[in-house]
């Protein structure tokens, strides 16, 4: 799955999709994809990482207590 850096717009590959969706983890590996060599994996917050669309992520990926208001 790729997501967007909102600091700079450098397509990431995300190396776990479960991470991605578990709102009990706030940082994921990817890759970056500036380039046309393939990096090395990183780490990267959820909080700076969005769709392609420019759309956030949903906020039951960012945060377990997405149920309580």
């Given at each position: 799955?790729?997501?967007?850096?909102k600091?700079?717009?450098?397509?990431?590959?995300?190396?776990?999709?479960?991470?991605?969706?578990?709102?009990?983890q706030?940082?994921?590996?990817?890759?970056?994809?500036?380039?046309?060599?393939?990096?090395?994996?990183?780490?990267?917050?959820?909080?700076?990482?969005?769709f392609?669309?420019?759309?956030?992520?949903?906020?039951?990926?960012?945060?377990?207590?997405y149920?309580?208001?």
């Amino acid at each position: 799955m790729l997501l967007k850096s909102k600091q700079d717009g450098t397509l990431i590959k995300i190396q776990d999709t479960e991470s991605l969706i578990n709102p009990n983890q706030q940082e994921i590996i990817g890759k970056d994809q500036a380039g046309q060599e393939e990096q090395n994996p990183a780490t990267y917050s959820k909080q700076e990482l969005i769709f392609p669309s420019g759309e956030s992520l949903p906020r039951c990926w960012l945060d377990s207590n997405y149920t309580k208001a």
